[in-house]
């Protein structure tokens, strides 16, 4: 009897040691880190999390509408992402004219926030070069479903390089870069149909110098665009990418280029430059273009009235939305009128010009974020469609009215208070995504009240003919080393082209493209042609 009870009493007593031990451990584990997508049992006497977002300040909030770091939306995502997880939001604001440089300063120092972003590939390559970032396969694939599942793998594979996810590309809806603005008022006094060829185009500028039917006390200034430094809405590239020649397909990677480094040595390019200068010479572009940094000038020129045509990104706020350049054009010249026209045609009779690959900003965690799981799951609940159509359209009667089942905005003061940035804070998407490219194209229009039929036509012109640049899946050191200078030189010799007497045109032109490939520029040719080669190997 005796040994039985002993038996049981030694069975008991392994029982309740097993069951301290369990005790013990699930104590422990409840004293890590937990699990930020869970809106349940978080642990709320648990010390927060610190999330550090970055977020673009363009200096352009509605008085009353707070900071870029602390306003209705940084308070809305708090409310449904940060405090259901434990997780406290800090953004970080970085001015968008100083993008670039100010990263390179919080990266170099240890400071950068945990989700940082760029559109600059160079200065993505520098960082993966440098081991600065985090690689993002294995934390996708264990914290971002949703993320996965809208980027979708072609857009996810812009931010692969040499087989590793170091970036994450926001989705780009509309791949649209320029369209060709031209007055219709103006046309229509001097009895002019609207241009579809260069020639038809050339005609009607020197028609719109000659007669000057704005009655802008010669003013006028037939068609505009301001300095080539990638940095403002317009540029003549469209103009000189229709001169370009049809080429093989090893030419057009090896002669290429990324960073708005112009691209010299393309077949003719020499031409598209040298029929601004014929345009320069005939003073039928603003004599001033090279010195408007910042395309304040052109905006200027377009609300007073001076101008004819010019070209510029499609379907943009500066230019469309309420208060900007075209509401001052009306209330400065009410009859004026600006219809989309897209005729600078090449040697096949096509309108070509560059667009943006399928991806937006390029997403990356530092890799001395301490919080790389909790920054995917933020970028995976914003995937949410629920998430990212609030984020991208607003709340409906306060931001938004339905037409045709799609957002149209609201554009009372009230409103813009409330939805001035949210382009910038919906990290994942550039543009909206209604399922269709014609829905897509809807939806960006009714955006603009006054210009949805402007709006888009400008975004099919923009889209017609167009092409992407070539890409590789690894940097090209040569390009990452002289960026900076190419860009510089293959600006000033434009320019200087440009401005040029006609009979010193090939010696300026000519000089400048042998100083641009002694900078580096048949560096960096020679070393994407290999890449070309290496790739089809």
Known sequence: MKTEQRKWLFLFTVVLLLASMLSACSKSANNGTSDPTS????????????????????????????????????????????DPNNIKLEFVPVPRNQEVDKLNVLMSTGDAPDLVFT?????????????????????????GPNLKKFLGEDVLSYGVFSGKQYTIPAKRTLQFTQSTYIRKDWLDKLGLPVPTTTEEFYNTMKAFKEKDPGQTAGKVIPYSFSA???????????????FVKNMEEEDFYALSSANYIPELAKPGYKEGVQFLNKLYTENLINPDFALDKDGKQLESDVSNG????????????????????FDTLKKNVPDAEFVAIDPFTNQDGKTPKSIYDPTGIHIMIPKTSKHAAEAIKYLDWM????????????????????????????????????????????????????????????????SFPG???????????????????PRFDRPIESEIKYAKTLKDKGEETVVKSILAKPDQFDKVYDSNVEEFLKLGGQEVIDERRAAYKDMKN
Not at 306 to 325: C, E, K
């Open 306 to 325: 001076f101008v004819g045509a010019f070209t510029a990104l499609a379907a943009h706020p500066s230019l469309m939305q309420s208060g900007n350049v």
């Open 119 to 143: 559109y600059d590939m160079n200065t993505i390559y520098n960082y993966v070069n440098d081991g600065g970032l985090t690689e993002l396969n294995q934390l996708i694939e264990e914290n």
């Open 383 to 446: 995937s949410k469609s629920d998430v990212l159509f609030t984020l991208t359209n607003g709340l409906e009667g306060q931001h938004y009215t339905l037409e045709n089942d799609l957002p149209k905005a609201i554009t009372t003061d009230e409103a813009k208070q409330t939805f001035y940035n949210n382009a910038d804070i919906a990290l994942v998407i550039n543009g909206k995504d209604f399922g269709s490219q014609e829905k897509n194209i809807e939806a960006v229009a009714l």
């Open 228 to 242: 080539m430094n990638g940095t403002t809405i317009t540029s003549p590239g469209v103009l000189i990418s229709s």
């Open 39 to 82: 809106s349940e049992g978080n642990g709320a006497s648990q010390k927060p999390v610190t999330l550090k977002v970055e977020v673009f300040d363009r200096g352009n909030a509605p008085a009353g509408a707070g900071p870029v770091t602390n306003n209705y939306w940084t308070q809305w995502i708090q409310k449904n992402f940060g």
């Open 451 to 469: 210009y949805t039929e402007l709006a888009k036509q400008t975004i099919v012109n923009g889209l017609k003919d167009g092409f992407t640049l």
